[in-house]
C-alpha cells in the first residue's frame, strides 16, 4: 500500500511540473492524462515524454500512438522470432553485414576457447592467441562487445599499446590499463566463459563528436517497410553520451534529442530520469549545443537507413543505431524490438507498426 501511495505522489507531482512548464493548469493536465491513459493503456510518464500536455502539441495526435500490448503484437507480424536472432547476437549480426555490404565497423575478431576465430581465419581461442592478435593492432584503438547484451553494457573502447610480449590495452574513457587476461575475465558469460567480439573503433565526424567527446553518438531511426512500399524512416531521435561515457544509451543517463523529420534539426532533449521535455537545449555536463543543430548528410542518412532494412532478412521494422563518419553513415546496430518508449521521445505514430501488420495478416 506504502509503495502505491508513493507512485502516485510521485506521478502527480511529475504532472505537477508538466503543468507549470507548459503553462496549462494542473486540472486540465490531469484530465487529458487520464483520457490518454485509460484510451491507450500507456503511462503517465510516456504522456510527459511525449509533450502531450504542450500548447502546441495537436490533440489528435496523442492517438496515435498504441499499447505495449498492441506494438509487441504488431512487431510479431513484422519481424516474425526465428530471425530475431540474427540480429541480436553480436557474431551473427557482423556476418550479415559484411556479407550484404552494410556499411559497419570491420569485425577484427570473435574470442571463444572452442570456437574463436580472426578475420584472417586464424583461431582466436587462447590468452596467448588474443594477445597476438592485438599486438598487431599496436597504437589503435578497437571496440570490444560481449556477444549479447543491452543498454551498452560490458562494452569496452581500448586503445592497444605495448609490445608483442606484453599488450597493455587502456580504457579510453576513465584510462584505466588492463592485461589481456583481465579483459577476458571482465567478459565471460554466465558460465564462466569469455566470448566476445573485437572490431574496429569508429571515427564519427567533428559534428557528431561535438556533442559529446567521450562517446559514438548515435541517431535511433524508427523504420517501416509496409506491404508493397519501399522503407521508410517514421521517426527519429539523436542519442548523446555523458561525459566520460562511451556509449549514448538511456540506461547509461545518455540524452535523447527529437529530430525533425523534414529537416534533420535537432530538437531539445531529454533523459530516462527527467521526462519533461524543452529543457536540455545544451549538454548539461560541458555545454555543447543540442537542440537547433543541422545534421550533416542528413537525407544521405535516411536514405541508409532505409537501404539497410531492405537488406535484413525477413525485416520489416527496426531500430537502427546510425553515427556518421567521414565515410559515410555507418550502421552501429540493429534493435528488431525497440523499447516502445522511444515513439514517445521522438513522437513517433507508432500506430503506422500495427496499420502494416494488419496489412500482413
Request: aromatic fraction near 6%; proline fraction near 5%.
Amino acid at each position: 500500500m506504502a509503495s502505491i501511495v508513493s507512485k502516485l505522489r510521485t506521478t502527480l507531482s511529475m504532472l505537477r511540473t508538466e503543468a507549470r512548464l507548459a503553462g496549462v493548469p494542473f486540472a486540465s493536465v490531469l484530465l487529458d492524462c487520464c483520457r490518454f491513459c485509460l484510451k491507450t493503456k500507456l503511462g503517465p510518464r510516456y504522456f510527459v515524454v511525449a509533450g502531450m500536455a504542450r500548447k502546441d502539441f495537436p490533440a489528435e495526435k496523442m492517438w496515435l500512438h498504441v499499447s505495449a500490448r498492441e506494438y509487441y503484437q504488431a512487431l510479431e507480424t513484422l519481424n516474425p522470432k526465428p530471425y530475431r536472432k540474427l540480429t541480436q547476437s553480436k557474431l551473427s549480426e557482423k556476418a550479415i553485414y559484411a556479407f550484404l555490404h552494410i556499411r559497419s565497423a570491420q569485425m577484427l575478431g570473435y574470442f571463444h576457447p572452442r570456437r574463436g576465430i580472426d578475420r584472417q581465419g586464424n583461431p582466436l581461442k587462447t590468452e596467448e592467441t588474443l594477445q597476438q592478435l592485438l599486438a598487431g593492432l599496436e597504437g589503435q584503438k578497437i571496440c570490444v562487445k560481449p556477444i549479447e547484451g543491452w543498454g551498452g553494457q560490458g562494452i569496452k573502447v581500448l586503445l592497444v599499446a605495448g609490445t608483442a610480449d606484453h599488450v597493455i590495452l587502456q580504457e579510453t574513457v576513465s584510462g584505466k590499463e588492463l592485461s589481456v587476461s583481465a579483459l577476458m575475465d571482465t567478459l565471460k558469460d554466465p558460465e564462466g566463459v569469455s566470448e566476445f567480439i573485437i572490431e574496429d573503433f569508429i571515427e564519427q565526424t567533428p559534428q557528431f563528436a561535438a556533442f559529446n567527446p567521450s562517446s559514438v553518438n548515435t541517431l535511433r531511426l524508427w523504420v517501416l517497410e509496409a506491404r508493397g512500399q519501399a522503407p521508410q524512416v517514421i521517426g527519429a531521435y539523436l542519442r548523446v553520451g555523458r561525459q566520460g561515457a562511451a556509449v549514448d544509451n538511456a540506461s547509461a543517463g545518455g540524452i535523447m534529442c527529437p529530430v525533425n523529420l523534414a529537416t534533420g534539426v535537432t530538437e531539445a532533449g531529454l533523459t530516462k530520469y527527467n521526462p519533461h521535455r524543452g529543457q536540455l537545449t545544451h549538454h548539461p555536463d560541458h555545454g555543447a549545443q543540442l537542440s537547433g543543430v543541422q545534421l550533416m548528410e542528413w537525407s544521405a542518412i535516411c536514405q541508409f537507413a532505409c537501404e539497410v532494412l531492405a537488406k535484413l532478412p525477413n525485416t520489416r521494422f527496426a531500430g537502427l543505431d546510425i553515427t556518421l563518419s567521414e565515410q559515410g553513415p555507418v550502421l552501429v546496430e540493429t534493435n528488431v524490438s525497440p523499447d516502445k518508449d522511444g515513439a514517445a521521445h521522438a513522437n513517433i505514430p507508432s500506430i503506422k507498426l500495427v496499420q502494416a501488420a494488419a496489412e500482413l495478416a
